[in-house]
């Protein structure tokens, strides 16, 4: 089984109707931990009712697979429905030419530091 | 009178048909040459069945007709064995002219359709080789008349020739599949597909799974057309042509479809491909998700993400069949939502024309109302005049300015008329 461990941190915002939060993906998500994961993301973003705002910082991710793309769109998706967003910053370039190919970078920005994600948030 | 003139007369009548069918076979831009050729050596496989009677005539002792005839009482069986046996060989003697034009011309065979279409060529020969025949033994029997050779002319010309070109046609559809074995069965891997009965074939016979799928594909394909060909041929030698007539016409609409999918027009990458510009592993992700994304039905995703995909890796004919395949799915689900929007508005309308309020029409966007006399054009050409009607009369309500509506309406009340009175006629046959 792969290892992957997801460390959550809230950041200080200074809009007032935006919630920040940074994760910090280290490892490989693959099928065997994407849906336990998954499940724990769902649960920080039912968690805030508006203006939810998801930084993923994906320096230490090393791999993701097709499943982990899927929720990916999904958290998105959920996201936006409550005026929120994701961020991805210093993903690898294997990660990025995926992210792009699947067309995800039209809809998530991908920055190159977790310092860009929260400018590109508190805007 | 000479003797050659029924002979050339036959052939000549035999090759009035040929002209039209090849002429609704070829498309613009398509070489006609390659056509031609192959229904020029689909004429030689009336060879095979002519030597086996030739066969059979001189040495009675392996005559399988007379066999079965003398030694199975009940018609309808020795029917339908004569006609198996008959299926068998009138069958395999096309495959063998497909596969060596495959052979010698594999360039010809580019796309799934392009081998149907080859298919139905050599079938055409065929059956044209077999008119001849048929027509000269009636024109120089004394018993037959002019009439008798209209008739036949008639008959053969439409039902026999399409009959024999749809057999082939199914066939060369497979035969097509099969040839692409290696990318359809990847892809179907992707898409999530086991293939355990394949897989153990290969393993105890030492090939690869593509190799068993392409096998198994055109096996299906030969045993398709060999049973169709002989439920066909039984039909018409009990007397009933009703399910001959049914088999060409569902046969010829199942060939219509495959001939218009995006899937079927998808011109495989053959020789050298240029390699991907995405790492291996990479790729394998975005494939993967693609499989996952077709059976949720995100076919516009599908399509976005193919589109990317080959503009790093051009040649993968995976990739290709991905975005056909998902173009051909997103057509039917417009199609489906489209016609459920028409029946669904039509029902509002009718609760408020019930309700005592008067109903107002509202007018079909231009979009929905191409897409709805898409379907109705396809079904017209499928021949289900009458569910064309329906909509047409559906569409009219909505849409009272709708030409397209009112064009097909026009065609498909023709039809309509023309099928029930053949339907009559058939039926008075039948009796």
Same mark, same amino acid.
């Given at each position: ?123 | ?30 070489? *006609? ?58 069958? /395999?003697?096309? #495959? ?40 000269? #033994? ?144 990479? =790729? ?5 998700? /693609? ?6 039905? *995100? ?30 799915? =997103? ?19 009718? *609760? ?25 054009? =396809? ?7 009458? =569910? ?6 559906? /569409? /009219?309500?909505? #849409?009272? #300015? ?30």
């Amino acid at each position: 089984m792969a290892q992957i461990t997801i460390t959550v941190e809230d950041i200080a915002s200074s809009v007032p109707d935006k919630k920040i939060k940074l994760l910090k993906f280290a490892g490989q998500l693959d099928e065997s931990n994407v849906d336990d994961k998954a499940k724990e993301i769902y649960s920080i973003i039912d968690a805030v009712p508006q203006g939810l705002f998801l930084i993923f910082d994906f320096e230490k991710l090393e791999y993701m697979n097709s499943k982990s793309i899927g929720y990916l769109t999904d958290w998105y998706s959920k996201l936006s429905e409550k005026k929120g967003g994701i961020l991805i910053a210093n993903a690898r370039p294997n990660i990025t030419d995926i992210l792009q190919v699947v067309g995800i970078t039209q809809l998530v920005p991908c920055v190159g530091s977790v310092d860009e994600a929260k400018i590109a948030v508190m805007k | 009178m000479s003797s050659w003139f029924p002979a050339i007369a036959s052939t000549i009548l035999a090759a009035f048909p040929v002209i039209i069918w090849i002429e609704i076979i070829h498309r613009e831009g398509e070489e *006609k040459s390659l056509y031609i050729k192959t229904f020029l050596l689909g004429t030689l496989a009336v060879i095979p069945p002519f030597i086996l009677i030739w066969l059979f005539d001189r040495y009675p002792q392996l005559d399988i007709y007379s066999e079965i005839n003398s030694t199975v009482e009940q018609i309808a069986l020795a029917a339908l064995l004569t006609n198996i046996v008959v299926g068998i060989i009138e069958e /395999l003697a096309k #495959n063998v002219i497909v596969r060596v034009v495959d052979k010698r011309h594999p360039e010809y065979f580019q796309t799934i359709t392009s081998a149907l279409k080859l298919s139905l060529c050599a079938g055409l020969g065929f059956a044209f080789a077999e008119n001849i025949f048929y027509f000269y #033994n009636v024109w120089t029997n004394p018993s037959f008349g002019y009439g008798d050779l209209f008739s036949t002319f008639i008959f053969r010309s439409l039902f026999t020739m399409a009959g024999h070109m749809l057999f082939s046609g199914i066939f060369g559809y497979y035969f097509g599949v099969g040839k692409f074995a290696s990318d359809i069965t990847e892809f179907a891997r992707w898409e999530g597909r086991e293939f355990s009965f394949a897989r153990w074939i290969a393993k105890i016979t030492g090939k690869m799974t593509y190799q068993v799928v392409r096998e198994f594909k055109n096996l299906t394909g030969l045993l398709l057309a060999m049973g169709l060909h002989a439920a066909f041929n039984v039909s018409l030698d009990l007397e009933h042509k009703l399910p001959s007539i049914l088999i060409v016409v569902f046969g010829a609409a199942y060939i219509a479809y495959l001939l218009q999918t995006k899937s079927g027009h998808l011109l495989f990458s053959i020789g050298k491909r240029r390699s991907s510009t995405m790492a291996s592993r990479d =790729q394998d992700v975005v494939m993967e998700l /693609l499989g996952m994304w077709t059976r949720e039905g *995100k076919y516009m995703e599908v399509i976005q993400i193919c589109d990317r995909l080959l503009a790093r890796d051009p040649d993968n004919n995976v990739v290709k069949l991905f975005r056909a395949k998902a173009g051909d799915n =997103q057509e039917l689900k417009h199609f489906y939502t489209t016609l459920k929007d028409v029946f669904r508005d039509e029902e509002k309308g009718l *609760k408020a024309a019930g309700g005592g309020a008067a109903a107002q029409t509202v007018l079909l966007p231009m979009q929905d109302e191409k897409v709805v006399l898409e379907l109705m054009d =396809q079904w017209y050409r499928e021949g289900k005049y009458k =569910q064309a009607l329906d909509v047409a009369n559906r /569409l /009219l309500e909505r #849409n009272p #300015n709708s030409q397209g509506a009112k064009v097909l309406l026009d065609k498909a009340m023709d039809r309509e008329k023309l099928r029930r009175m053949f339907d009559a006629l058939s039926k008075l046959f039948t009796d």
